[in-house]
């Protein structure tokens, strides 16, 4: 399973849960010059940006510690611009997905962990 297949289905699989849990799903993919966001939603006053990483089983990496600072600069940057286009009175809020899937030729998601206000954005501009 290539790196594309593998990031859709662990986006497929948040964007349920997301909706599950009574979010609503504003959009997906979400791209500019100086990033992605993977799925960005409304859960209560909140539109929430949330960065999905997908993992096989026993992955050296979790997907949390793979978004480290560049990334939540880049994360933040991009949301910036989602909401200077999309004028909302909803107060952000940053997520992180974790899926783990398993090994071999036929995945299967085994777990979804999802970390609400999962990194605090003061600051976050010093990262170069």
């Known amino acids: 399973m290539d790196k594309q297949t593998k990031g859709r289905l ?25 990033g992605e966001i993977d799925i960005i939603s409304q859960s209560g006053r909140f539109i929430v940006f949330t960065e ?34 999309h004028e909302t009175e909803l107060q952000p809020r940053y ?13 299967r998601i085994l777990r979804i962990d999802i970390y609400e206000d999962a990194f605090d954005t003061e600051g976050i501009y010093t990262v170069n």
Not at 10 to 33: C, F, M, P, Q, W
Request: aromatic share 2%.
């Open 95 to 107: 997520d992180i997905a974790e899926v783990t899937i398993s090994r071999g030729d036929t995945p």
């Open 10 to 34: 662990g986006e497929d699989a948040v964007t349920k849960e997301l909706t599950r849990r009574g979010h609503a799903i504003i959009g997906r993919n979400y791209r500019k010059s100086c």
């Open 52 to 85: 999905v990483k997908t993992r096989k089983l026993n992955s050296m990496v979790s997907g949390v510690e793979a978004v480290d600072p560049r990334k939540r600069a880049r994360i933040v940057r991009t949301a910036d611009m989602y909401l200077s286009e």
